[in-house]
């Protein structure tokens, strides 16, 4: 606990420091924001510790985070902790949504391949899905909760909410990749590239089509067990 607090302190300094550079034009705004979500992290951190030192003093026993772990007193720490994971992920979006606003005009005038504008939009999206994720599980927390829900379904349906991100993420991956192969294959055509590269790019894609189809058979079987 100590050593994060020690931490948080650090970065609380650094980015204090960080930003005086800011202000005399010595370092750039994004270095500025680096630091800035640093901190946010090591908050983020130091806040999941004190949370599971509580639930420690509490109950006497190891933190856990199954949806189904009782409320201890009168604090929920599974969905304390679940907050706090989807802040964090939220923070996650902050500097692709930045890199994404520099990287869109530079792709425009032909600066930057949309193959780099592509792999953002991809983070972005598997971000987003891991927030959704988050939030789904959130929910069935407070369901499990309110006593709407068994413990038996909210393993099933929690389940069914990761295989549901697992299936959102490849699906995004496989369209990236199409995406590539497809411009690749139209530089081959005219010469300007070696085969290698599309046959590489190829083999990403089949490997990500077989993952998809693994995700699929997992939602399927999930289905049937509810």
Do not use: C
């Amino acid at each position: 606990m100590k050593l994060k607090k020690t931490h948080l302190e650090f970065t609380k300094e650094m980015a204090t420091r960080t930003e005086t550079l800011v202000s005399k034009g010595v370092v750039g705004e994004e270095e500025n924001q680096v630091m800035k979500l640093a901190t946010e992290k090591a908050e983020l951190d130091l806040k999941t510790s004190l949370a599971n030192l509580d639930e420690v003093n509490a109950s006497g026993e190891i933190p856990l985070n199954e949806l189904y772990t009782p409320v201890v007193g009168s604090r929920d720490f599974v969905s304390e902790r679940l907050k706090i994971e989807r802040k964090e992920a939220e923070l996650g979006l902050k500097p692709l949504g930045s890199r994404l606003g520099r990287f869109q005009p530079l792709v425009k005038k032909g600066l930057v391949s949309k193959d780099q504008l592509d792999q953002i939009q991809a983070e972005m999206a598997a971000r987003k899905a891991t927030i959704g994720e988050i939030q789904k599980r959130l929910d069935l927390r407070k369901r499990f909760v309110a006593g709407t829900i068994m413990a038996q379904e909210v393993e099933i349906e929690d389940r069914m909410t990761e295989a549901e991100r697992n299936m959102s993420s490849t699906q995004s991956k496989v369209d990236s990749l199409q995406e590539q192969l497809k411009r690749l294959r139209a530089l081959e055509t005219r010469g300007l590239i070696s085969p290698t590269e599309s046959h590489k790019l190829q083999y990403a894609l089949d490997a990500a089509q077989f993952e998809l189809k693994l995700a699929a058979v997992e939602m399927d079987v999930l289905q049937k067990a509810k």
